[in-house]
């Protein structure tokens, strides 16, 4: 099966881009179209806030070129909660809110909890059994964007594995950085870009996030990472790749991603 690299930012409304990425003019409502051409994914917060409707979502679909993927991050009443195995209702809700219209253009889902949110193995285990590998047809590929160092515990590994789910590899100096491997693809959110930089990180920097995403996309793990079990070796297999420059200077995401995708040509 052949796999992708695949490279983008959050969104595609922002003031600051008018000035930065998008042509002089340039129309809001055809924001999108234009993105979609210059980046390879989106990962859509307005998903976390709002709940849209099946037209949004085939919009999308229509308006971005083959090939282009939208990752969205789940409602946050799904995850946003004090016990997690009572989320189904929400979790069905945000999941049958129209997210199969996308069909092929459809990446993972997000799922972010809050930074206070703790690893609770049973309520953990419980709100995981709630998340489908299908729906419509379409195949749900799920990220757990947790932000609690209580995560960084080999059990919460074991548990994403069984489930196939994937860990959210922040590189943030907020939140804790899992980069282990546990399914098929990895999911890799940058969140130190500088405003001084055009492109928002250095040439070494994009060197080295360029080396790590053809090693896990070939099936390696790349060197020198803050692994939680240092001595286990990820299964050999070629991954799906998903990058994206989120906060930070986010004027500059835009220039990081194409950056990025152009030394991955």
């Known amino acids: ?151 960084r515990d080999p059990a919460f590994l074991a548990m994403a594995r069984d489930h196939g789910a994937g860990v959210v590899f922040t590189e943030s100096d907020d939140y804790p950085a899992i980069p282990d491997l546990t399914t098929d693809f990895v999911y890799t959110r940058v969140m130190r870009t500088r405003s001084e930089l055009v492109t928002g990180v250095t040439d070494e920097e994009l060197d080295s996030l360029a080396a790590c995403a053809s090693r896990w996309e070939s099936g390696g793990q790349p060197d020198r990472l803050p692994l939680v079990e240092a001595d286990r070796a990820p299964a050999r297999q070629r991954r799906d790749v998903f990058v994206f420059f989120i906060s930070g200077a986010k004027e500059r995401a835009p220039a990081a991603a194409m950056a990025l995708i152009e030394r991955l040509a």
């Open 1 to 151: 099966m052949s796999t992708a690299i695949r490279v983008g930012i959050g969104g595609w409304n922002f003031e600051p881009w008018r000035e930065t990425f998008y042509p002089k003019g340039w129309p809001a409502a055809r924001e999108l179209e234009y993105a979609s051409r210059q980046l390879t994914a989106i990962e859509v917060n307005g998903t976390y806030y709002s709940t849209m409707k099946p037209a949004t979502f085939a919009k999308w679909r229509d308006t971005a070129p083959e090939g282009f993927v939208f990752s969205l991050k789940a409602n946050r009443f799904a995850t946003n909660r004090r016990v997690l195995a009572e989320a189904g209702d929400s979790v069905r809700l945000f999941l049958h809110s129209g997210v199969s219209e996308l069909g092929p253009k459809l990446g993972p889902i997000v799922w972010q909890f809050a930074p206070t949110k703790r690893f609770d193995p049973a309520d953990f285990g419980a709100f995981l059994k709630l998340l489908p590998s299908q729906l419509d047809g379409v195949p749900m590929r799920h990220a757990l964007d947790v932000r609690h160092e209580s995560f």
